[in-house]
């Protein structure tokens, strides 16, 4: 059943066959919009692809030739290239933080109580992994 939570508190009294039609059922909602995207979202999916390409090239140029190629030689453009730099690192942690926990907590079977000293956890792994990491750097 533990296995199983995300799939509900019923999910261990079906049978095999209504198991694997649940789980097919699932499958078809998820997957919905992948499969009918239309003419717009097509166009919308290819120009993010295309940004995302340019700027993986951009980056290219940058590694092979340094950060001279990006002309940053006065103190205000590294300042604003550094705290974008942290401000983006910043906010993929804190929505790691956020969302992580729950749905390790809510996997597991755990209750409302395990949650908040699994926060504290996470907080402190992380917390960890980014100090040490910048130590080594």
């Known amino acids: 059943m533990i296995q199983h939570a995300h799939l509900g508190p019923e999910y ?3 049978t095999e066959d209504e198991q694997r039609q649940h789980r097919q059922e699932i499958r078809e909602v998820v997957l919905r919009p992948l499969r ?32 001279k190629v990006t002309a940053m030689r006065d103190y205000a453009s590294w300042g604003l290239y550094i705290s974008n730099f942290v401000f983006f690192v910043a906010i993929s942690l804190v ?43």
Not at 37 to 45: D, F, S, V
Not at 53 to 64: D, E, K, T, V
Request: hydrophobic share 45%; aromatic share 16%; proline share 4%.
């Open 36 to 67: 009918h995207t239309g003419m717009a979202g097509k166009i919308w999916i290819a120009s993010l692809v295309i940004i995302f390409l340019f700027g993986c090239y951009a980056y290219s140029i940058q590694l092979r030739e340094g950060l």
């Open 95 to 137: 929505g790691a933080l956020i969302s992580w926990p729950y749905p390790v907590t809510h996997c597991l079977g755990c209750d409302s109580s395990i949650n908040i000293p699994c926060y504290k956890c996470f907080v402190f792994i992380f917390s960890f992994v980014t100090g040490y990491s910048l130590m080594q750097g």
């Open 12 to 14: 261990h009294i079906l």
